[in-house]
């Protein structure tokens, strides 16, 4: 449905975005995952129309989006600020947007109600957004965007700024309306949880570029460059003659003593010795010091664990568990993927 | 709005701290004001001053359609020359609140820098600007057009007080502005608001704190002066300001020039009463 196209963007000397390239298809819930200053702000801010990329191509249903101004798009944004009109009452914050496709009025206030009471705002509805919580605030933000049915929301760290439980809450709740609106949902944030747990496809960006575009899990088991091994989740990047070797913690198996214990272990072996156990409840977390290594390596274990600081282990890994990263970080896979 | 915040002990306590501000404001301001509440209601001096004789004459001279016509004139002064600066003003805050931050600060020590100089020798400037061989009438003349008479009209007086004022409209103008969420104006945009709509849906509702300040900062100054009228008013054009003057350095009628005083003094109460009103109605948190 949204073709980006080698979009390339400046700030004076800054690359913000380097030629990206990216599909995202009817219904979609997908996630533009990276740490900040990675460009992902940027391209979002492009697709609302804020920014006009020095380079490159994005169409919406096949015709041109760029040369659209802001307000004619039909993509809307949840400001991560939330952005709402302080001298409005949530009701005129959300009937804003109708008001501005001159819709007869009482089709205005039914729309309003009717999404007021999806995101269950309802009695809230003659308060000024000063007068709400900051979960409240968000959900008007929300309901402020998709009241419009545009064909594309964007979401700028939707959960960001919430707390814990709200958060949680509101997940499920973003999850919850996509499903029922049948909207195309882009998120943009920082948070890899956030991503993984709300997007059905997520594009990993570093320094401008997209480095990998996949399924959560895809993203988590299949690491294609070292950016990536390193960024989602916790991850052993082992350097190797030709490339990386990233194991994830939770897949090295932990034999006290430097014996040669494990039969099945063909992938890895080495021994080295546990400088830091935390106990995290349902698992433990463990840094095992490995001569040559720089960095201790991680092992995640079920519950307590048998294992004390100080202590000589051998760690071993299946081989399937061994993800091998060419060393020079390939090009950008969705440029690979194109004919 | 908060009560007197100090009181018996508590006002002991700050004293080295409120001492001088309190004083400064009995001293220059409580007690000339209070003077000036008395004499309102006492009879004239033959050679100035007052005689202690209550009266309420000074007060039901002030329905006398002459000076009525006086307090009018000066309001309507008064009013166009806020109305200009706001037309002007707000463009320009508009303009100076959009630019980087460095070249704010020097766009915002461009329009202060004129406070620098005599106020009265700016308006003195100005008569060289306007008469009738000066600046305007040859730059009139360069492009083909004939010579107008400007100075010593109404006009020439609002163009002075305009002067004089406006800064004091860029200012808060400029502040609310600032500090404007940029991310607002987006979310206009984004939701279906051209520019146009954008300004008038949710950019001007959220300065209007500052544009309501800014419209008093000039209103105020500008209804009591009397150094403009008099020097590029040529005496023709009479505003309050000059009819206060007259009444105690001219006529020696300081009981009236009391009344008038007071006149002056609650039109722009009641203005400052409804901006505090105003602001604290559209305040955002």
């Not at chain 1, 895809?218 to 490339?243: I, K, M, S």
């Not at chain 2, 009525?68 to 805050?93: E, I």
């Not at chain 2, 979310?187 to 419209?215: E, H, Q, S, Y």
């Amino acid at each position: 449905m949204i073709e980006i196209k080698g979009v390339s963007h400046r700030f004076g000397r800054t690359r913000a975005l380097d030629d990206v390239s990216l599909d995202i298809g009817e219904g979609e819930f997908s996630a533009l995952l990276g740490p900040s200053g990675c460009g992902k702000t940027t391209l979002l801010r492009v697709l609302a129309g804020f920014e006009t990329p020095d380079a490159g191509k994005v169409t919406l249903d096949g015709e041109d989006l760029l040369s659209v101004p802001p307000h004619r798009r039909p993509v809307n944004l949840m400001f991560q600020s939330f952005a709402l009109f302080p001298h409005m009452s949530v009701e005129r914050n959300v009937a804003y947007g109708l008001e501005r496709e001159r819709l007869p009025r009482r089709e205005i206030r039914e729309r309003v109600d009717a999404v007021l009471d999806t995101v269950g705002l309802t009695a809230y509805a003659r308060r000024r957004p000063h007068e709400l919580s900051g979960g409240q605030r968000q959900r008007v933000a929300l309901a402020r965007a998709i009241v419009k049915r545009p064909r594309l929301l964007l979401l700028d760290e939707p959960l960001s700024a919430l707390d814990k439980q709200v958060r949680a809450e509101m997940q499920l709740e973003l999850k919850r309306l996509q499903h029922e609106v049948g909207i195309t949902f882009l998120v943009v944030t920082h948070d890899q949880e956030e991503a993984m747990s709300l997007a059905d496809r997520i594009a990993v960006m570093n320094a401008g570029r997209i480095e990998q575009t996949d399924a959560p899990v895809t993203l988590y088991e299949r690491p294609r460059t070292a950016f990536v091994a390193g960024f989602v989740g916790a991850n052993n990047l082992f350097p190797g003659p030709d490339g990386i070797t990233a194991v994830r913690p939770e897949s090295i198996r932990i034999c006290e003593g430097d014996g040669d214990g494990d039969p099945d272990a063909g992938g890895g072996r080495l021994t080295g010795t546990v400088v830091d156990v935390s106990f995290h409840g349902g698992t433990s977390h463990l840094a095992v010091r490995v001569p040559d290594l720089d960095r201790p390596v991680l092992v995640a274990v079920q519950g307590p664990s048998r294992v004390i600081s100080g202590q000589q282990v051998s760690l071993s890994w299946p081989p399937d568990a061994a993800v091998h990263v060419p060393a020079s970080t390939p090009v950008s896979p969705i440029e690979g993927e194109e004919p | 709005m908060k009560r007197w915040p100090l009181t018996g002990p508590r006002l002991m306590k700050r004293w080295p701290l409120t001492g001088p501000g309190l004083t400064y404001l009995t001293v220059l301001m409580v007690v000339p004001l209070g003077l000036v509440l008395s004499y309102a209601f006492l009879r004239r001096g033959r050679f100035g001053g007052v005689v202690y004789q209550p009266t309420i004459e000074n007060l039901t001279r002030l329905a006398d359609p002459l000076y009525a016509d006086v307090v009018l004139h000066s309001t309507w002064t008064a009013a166009l020359t806020t109305f200009l600066a706001l037309l002007f003003g707000y463009p320009t805050a508009y303009v100076i609140a959009g630019l980087p931050r460095r070249r704010q600060t020097i766009a915002l020590i461009a329009v202060v820098l004129p406070f620098w100089t005599s106020f009265l020798i700016r308006v003195y400037a100005w008569i060289v600007l306007l008469s009738g061989p000066g600046w305007l009438n040859k730059a009139l003349r360069a492009v083909g057009l004939g010579p107008v008479d400007v100075l010593y009209t109404d006009a020439a007086v609002v163009t002075g007080l305009l002067y004089a004022y406006l800064p004091l409209m860029i200012l808060p103008l400029y502040a609310s502005l600032v500090r404007l969420d940029p991310q607002v104006r987006e979310a206009a945009a984004n939701l279906g608001a051209g520019p146009w709509t954008t300004f008038r849906t949710v950019t001007l509702p959220l300065t209007l704190p500052g544009v309501l300040t800014g419209c008093l900062f000039v209103f105020v100054p500008s209804f009591g002066n009397f150094v403009v009228p008099e020097l590029l008013g040529g005496g023709r054009s009479v505003m309050v300001g000059n009819l206060i003057r007259d009444q105690f350095l001219k006529a020696r009628d300081w009981p009236f020039g009391s009344a008038l005083a007071l006149a002056l003094l609650a039109v722009l109460m009641v203005l400052l009463l409804a901006q505090a009103w105003a602001a604290r109605r559209y305040a955002t948190r």
